[in-house]
């Protein structure tokens, strides 16, 4: 229901643009649409132009469902029970935006990296023990995909939104999944330079014979 409705919008706007467009996502990206359109017979999809560093054009599909709004309108609107209103939608998206803009977890990938790399080299290749040294940057990673941003932390940086939940809940959500995929990135690089490492000291160790007398 809420896709026809966009598409109802969208046409309003225009079927198509030959001007760069602000698109937002209601997850927080934002692209600069060279050129846009939708498709299908209900309108279900935007198909998106954008210009590469070399002056080409690149497409790229996204469904209506996903947008928050193109320009200055607004595209995302409440459906059913229970939704966001548009306007706490807004701080929502905005709370998300901020944090993909200037959330930086690089304590993540370099924990993730220092954990994978240890344990390949210590577990997997001192304690000669691979199963483990495998698990433990599983569980490790596992864990710290339940870490985010908290909300003092927030807070700090954005006093202007101090009894804002919406807001809050944005910056939270985006920073949480920035946490997840630099642990993982920096679990994983760790695990691969660990292992060569450890696979390489095994291949250098001296090998001493013992002659009879």
Known sequence: ??????????????????????????????????????????????????????????????????????????????????????????????GKQTAKNEFKPWWAYVGGFAVGAGSMLYLGGYCNRPMLSLAVPIVYATGISFTRPTKKGILKRHPEYQDNEYFVYGYKNTGRKKIMI?????????????????????????TYIVRPN
């Open 182 to 206: 630099n642990t993982i990135i920096g679990t994983l690089g760790g695990m691969v330079v660990g292992g060569v490492a450890s696979l390489a000291l095994k291949n250098t160790e001296t």
């Open 1 to 94: 229901m809420r896709h026809i409705i966009s598409a109802i919008i969208l046409l309003l706007i225009s079927a198509i643009t030959f001007s760069q467009t602000k698109l937002s996502l209601l997850d927080g990206t934002q692209y600069n649409a060279k050129e846009y359109t939708f498709f299908n017979d209900n309108g279900s999809s935007m198909e998106i132009k954008l210009e590469k560093k070399n002056g080409k054009l690149k497409s790229k599909y996204i469904d209506i469902n996903d947008i928050w709004s193109v320009g200055d309108s607004i595209i995302y609107m409440p459906t059913q029970d229970g939704e966001y209103t548009v306007e706490n939608m807004s701080y929502v998206v905005t």
